[in-house]
């Protein structure tokens, strides 16, 4: 690779010190670097695609086509709203409409054609949904229209205090191994954080035919307006600070899950992808970074990896991949456990330090 010049970056292209190789494996895919852009209102335009290759992107997932747009509001929404009964079925005036979508399910399709054929980097499909069901039959025609991949974001949030943990769990399992069998393509899972048994359900999903999980999903908690006496949905954007938790489950179950990792939620810096990357990620997703500070960031935080991999003497991404996971520790539960009661018995001591005023 070629020396830096003093942006980081020229025309797009990533120009990085000495020889360090940051090319990766995400799904099976060849990737340059281990940056993805996150699905976002960024990837809405082919010119806002383009964008994001020049930039450094090393592959684009592209905003979500939701299952409501699929079944037109039918099937298995409409069945989860209606056990719970008529005051939940209300809720169906919550969705939007169909009008209100950004594209038609054909329009996404034409989309994915259009990507594929702008970009030289893998254009990687989002679906979001709720469960198994005949809207899944569309992950189909994404592999026909030209995905390199398909990215499964399951979004339910169950609140029926009669449904089980286990069912909806195998809710998840139904719905990932239905798309596997209709597809050719790799298959990743944007997961929740809310699992009880974490390993148990990873391990399940990849058990069912995911190829990736991507770890987490975030659900956006709505804003009570107590002037309007009515809750308003929000977004929130991740912050660095929220890393620590998809860093702990990657770094946890690196090598003991059959399944690549893609860390998002949190990647703001060249120091999140490197620790990331160290935990066991295969890839980042970034998209909160490059809404608020432009996509130009990635070019960035690719030109500030370079010099930290030279200074640590790691020649590839390949040989920082798990680094630091626990892995490396004989049993994984006692090491949470023991550091668990370790960063309490410090916080403890620091505070009585501080209140001592002992410096030494």
Known sequence: MEEADASGYNNGVVRLRGNMDLRTDYLGLDLKNPIVAAASPLSYSLDGIKRLEDAGAAAIVLFSVFEEQISNGEGQVNLYLDLQGNAASDNRLAYPKASEYRVTPEGYLEHIAKARQAAGIPIIASINGVSAGEWLNFAKSIEQAGAAAIELNLYYVPTDIELTSLTTEWMYLDAVAEVAAMVNIPLAVKVSPFFSAMPWMLNKLAGAGANGLVLFNRFYQPE???????????????????????????????????????????VHTYRDVIKSVMAGANVVMMAAELLQNGVERIGEILSEIAPWMEAHEFGSIDSMRGFMSERFAIAPEIFERGSYARALVSYADAQRRAALNITD
Request: hydrophobic residues 45%; glycine residues 10%.
């Open 224 to 266: 009570l307006d107590i002037e309007a006496l009515e809750a308003k949905p929000g977004i929130q954007l991740s912050r660095s600070e929220d890393l620590a938790l998809p860093i702990r489950w990657v770094s946890l179950l690196h090598g003991r899950i059959p399944a690549d990792f893609a860390v998002t939620g949190g």
